[in-house]
T-cell receptor
C-alpha cells in the first residue's frame, strides 16, 4: 500500500462545482502539503500544515481551502472550480525535524470544463 | 520570477555514460537543495539532497554538487541506466526548514540503450 494516498486519481468536473481532493498518509508524519503542477512548470505550493491546528497558505492559495481532519488526513477544496484550476495536484508529507525530504502521493489529475 | 531554473527541458544520454542535470537559483537565502525523480502517472520521488554547508553529496550512482558562489547545482548519474529515464526536478528551501520548497520546471532525461 502507498504511504501517501490521494483520491480520486482523476476527476473531470464543470465550472462552478465544489470539489474536494483527499490525502491520507500512513507515514506518521506531522507535516502535510498540497501542490499543483501545470504543464511546463514546476510544482507550486498551495497550502501546508504542520499539525492539526496549524494551517498555512503557500504561494498560490487563492481559490483553494484546506482541512486537516487528523494527523493522517489533509483535504484540499475548490469552492467554485474554474478552468484555470485544471492541473495535476500532489499531496506530500514530511517529518518535522531538520531537513527532511517531502514524500509525495501519486497525484490527482483534475480537469475543469 | 523563477527562482529555481532548469534550463534544459530534455536530455538524452547513452546507457552507461554519465548524465549531468543542471539547476540554477537566484535566491541567496536558499540553504537546502533536493533532487526529485518523477515517472509518468506517479508522484515525485526523493532522490538526494545537499545542505549549503557542503559542496558535494554522494549516494550510490547519484552525486549532487553545489557551487554557492555560482548559485548552481548539478546532479551526476554514473553509470546511467534505462530505469533512470524520468523527469528530474530540483528544489530549494530556506531557513533550514523545507516547508516551502521552490521547484524548478524539470528536465526530462532519456537513457538510450
Amino acid at each position: 500500500d502507498a504511504d501517501v494516498t490521494q483520491t480520486p486519481r482523476n476527476r473531470i468536473t464543470k465550472t462552478g462545482k465544489r470539489i474536494m481532493l483527499e490525502c491520507s498518509q500512513t507515514k506518521g508524519h506531522d507535516r502535510m502539503y498540497w501542490y499543483r503542477q501545470d504543464p511546463g512548470l514546476g510544482l507550486r505550493l498551495i497550502y501546508y500544515s504542520f499539525d492539526v491546528k496549524d494551517i498555512n497558505k503557500g504561494e498560490i492559495s487563492d481559490g483553494y481551502s484546506v482541512s486537516r481532519q487528523a494527523q493522517a488526513k489533509f483535504s484540499l477544496s475548490l469552492e467554485s472550480a474554474i478552468p484555470n484550476q485544471t492541473a495535476l495536484y500532489f499531496c506530500a508529507t514530511s517529518a518535522p525535524s531538520g531537513n527532511q525530504p517531502q514524500h509525495f502521493g501519486d497525484g490527482t489529475r483534475l480537469s475543469i470544463l | 520570477d523563477q527562482q529555481v531554473k532548469q534550463n534544459s527541458p530534455s536530455l538524452s544520454v547513452q546507457e552507461g555514460r554519465i548524465s549531468i542535470l543542471n539547476c540554477d537559483y537566484t535566491n541567496s537565502m536558499f540553504d537546502y537543495f533536493l533532487w526529485y525523480k518523477k515517472y509518468p502517472a506517479e508522484g515525485p520521488t526523493f532522490l538526494i539532497s545537499i545542505s549549503s554547508i557542503k559542496d558535494k553529496n554522494e549516494d550510490g550512482r547519484f552525486t549532487v554538487f553545489l557551487n554557492k558562489s555560482a548559485k548552481h547545482l548539478s546532479l551526476h548519474i554514473v553509470p546511467s541506466q534505462p530505469g533512470d529515464s524520468a523527469v528530474y526536478f530540483c528544489a530549494a528551501a530556506t531557513n533550514f526548514g523545507n516547508e516551502k520548497l521552490t521547484f524548478g520546471t524539470g528536465t526530462r532525461l532519456t537513457i538510450i540503450p
